[in-house]
């Protein structure tokens, strides 16, 4: 299996852990979300030390790139934080479309920084995959609270420059399970102090939710820094919009909540985004090969 294929695999993979990881920090019920936040992330820390003390070499990092490791962990930190407060303080629909923005930021920024040039048919493909999703999330459009909309716009582009940075990591040898740990343990440390101001008191059932979020989370980020490292985002950013297939899916299962024909459209409109990249990246490869 290719680079490629296997950057496909892990978006894809990393679109259900997020999926998952929202259903879990939906079913914690009326917590804070910098307390939703640090749980989150204190579970894929201990996680990735784990998976860095198994293997030590990946505790050594090359010369040269803390400061993308901090670039990462701060912006990574900034979009966390940013969706979590456009959900507390928009519609929901709104807050999910202002965070989906983040693959177009992820592409915009890989062109900055890594030079990776976009195809027109590309971007077309990430831009038709948004388009199915506004048809599922049906945002209100109503942007009256215009600073919760910025913090959630805000979040958009800080994830996105978050998964481009991971690239410039991937692509320079640092190692990927340092990547996940230095972002969980450096999102730790800045929420501890508004946890320790505001802790509120949680059932063993919240709890064991929040720990379930925190597992799916470190599926993610492992599975998206993975991701990220084998592949550049314009040949896999569309597939991201698989998570609200999922998050749809799971809302199902779980909440009983029934998509209508237009989620149906949606879904159809990004399946078919995600497959005709498939099928010219593939094309468009075979014809640099010769």
């Avoid at 730790?188 to 008191?201: K, Q």
Wanted: one cysteine or more; aromatic letters at 14%.
């Amino acid at each position: 299996m290719n680079t490629k294929n296997k950057g496909i695999i892990f978006i894809i993979c990393s679109a259900f852990c997020f999926a998952l990881m929202n259903a879990f920090v939906r079913l914690s019920g009326d917590l804070p979300a910098i307390q939703k936040s640090f749980f989150r992330n204190l579970v894929a820390l201990v996680i990735a030390a784990a998976a860095c003390l198994k293997d030590k070499n990946s505790l050594s990092v090359p010369k040269g790139n803390w400061h993308w490791l901090f670039l990462r962990a701060g912006c990574g930190t900034i979009g966390i934080i940013c969706n979590f407060y456009a959900i507390d303080h928009l519609v929901l629909s709104d807050a999910s479309m202002l965070n989906k923005m983040s693959p177009f930021f992820t592409i915009l920024f890989s062109w900055i920084l890594l030079k990776e040039k976009l195809s027109p048919v590309q971007a077309g493909a990430v831009f038709t995959a948004f388009l199915g999703s506004l048809l599922i999330i049906k945002p209100t459009l109503d942007f009256s609270d215009f600073g919760a909309s910025a913090i959630g716009l805000l979040g958009g582009i800080a994830a996105g420059a978050a998964y481009s940075v991971v690239r410039i990591l991937g692509q320079k040898g640092v190692s990927k399970n340092f990547i996940v740990l230095f972002f969980s343990g450096f999102s730790c440390v800045v929420a501890l102090p508004f946890l320790i101001l505001d802790f509120h008191e949680m059932t063993g059932k919240q709890l064991l939710f929040l720990l379930g979020a925190g597992v799916a989370a470190a599926g993610g980020q492992f599975s998206i820094t993975s991701a990220y490292c084998y592949a550049p985002a314009k040949e896999i950013s569309v597939y991201d919009y698989s998570q609200i297939i999922f998050a749809t899916t799971l809302g199902r299962i779980l909440f009983s909540e029934i998509p209508d024909m237009y989620s149906f459209i949606g879904y159809g409109i990004i399946i078919f985004a995600a497959v005709g990249m498939f099928w010219y990246n593939n094309y468009y490869q075979k014809r640099q090969s010769g």
